[in-house]
């Protein structure tokens, strides 16, 4: 059997950061090193969960309604995307 470690609020992070980016709303760059700086800023907020888990499977819904619980990945998410859009580690329209 092959295991992994993973960290579940990295996974939690970026479902949420690919909303946002997803959404026509936002006006953060939408480019890799944005995206990538935004969730280094809200992982750094948030505290890692990590797990061990079989190659290849998915979460369950209780483990991540209980890290939903505790944290507010929404709120930290939201606050790194205001942070990178107003001092993107690039030239504007880069
Ligand atoms: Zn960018």
Redesign the pocket.
Same mark, same amino acid.
């Given at each position: 059997m092959q295991i992994e470690l993973r960290n579940l609020m990295e996974e939690l992070v970026f479902q949420r950061l690919d909303e946002i980016l997803a959404s026509e709303q936002s006006d953060v =760059? !939408? =480019?890799e090193? =944005? !995206?990538m700086d935004i969730a280094a800023v809200a992982l750094n907020e948030l505290p890692s969960r990590y797990v061990v888990t079989q190659r290849g499977a998915t979460y369950s819904k209780a483990e991540v309604l209980q890290i939903q619980r505790y944290v507010d990945v929404v709120a930290a998410v939201n606050k790194a995307v205001n942070l990178v859009r107003k001092n993107? !580690?690039?030239e504007p329209n880069?």
């Open positions: =760059c !939408r =480019c090193s =944005c !995206r993107p !580690r690039h880069n």
